[in-house]
């Protein structure tokens, strides 16, 4: 479970804008679904309505865990529970359509998360 949440953490880590524009306003409504990023399709971070959210992992066995997020303006504050033990990361969203968020590492690295699609 630790590396779950450490894929996840690595990912939703940071407030950095990565080329120093002004950060363009984020519709929140957006943020509600099922989310992954390329690599990682077996794990996926669902942002559920009224704040709460579920990680899952399908390899190896099915495990999930739950949590809590808020949004203010573009950035995400997400805690996650892992195991009882709380693990707090804030991100400032770069780009987020109704197929994709762009999100930047604090390294600058930019991570692209993909919306799942209900099969």
């Not at 984020?26 to 099922?34: E, H, M, S, Y």
């Not at 399908?58 to 303006?73: I, R």
């Not at 990361?89 to 359509?97: A, D, E, G, Q």
Request: some cysteine; glycine content about 10%.
């Amino acid at each position: 479970m630790r590396v779950l949440v450490g894929c996840f953490a690595l990912v939703l880590c940071g407030t950095v804008a990565a080329n120093g524009k002004k950060d363009e306003m984020i519709d929140p409504a957006k943020l509600v679904g099922k989310w992954t990023s390329k690599g990682w399709e077996n794990e996926v971070l669902e942002l559920l309505k009224g704040g709460k959210l579920v990680m899952r992992r399908t390899v190896g066995g099915k495990e999930a865990f739950d949590g809590t997020y808020t949004f203010d303006g573009n950035k995400l504050t997400v805690v996650a529970k892992p195991e009882g033990k709380e693990d707090k990361s804030t991100v400032t969203i770069k780009k987020l359509t109704d197929a994709e968020m762009v999100i930047v590492a604090e390294s600058g690295k930019e991570v692209v998360m993909v919306r799942v699609k209900d099969k």
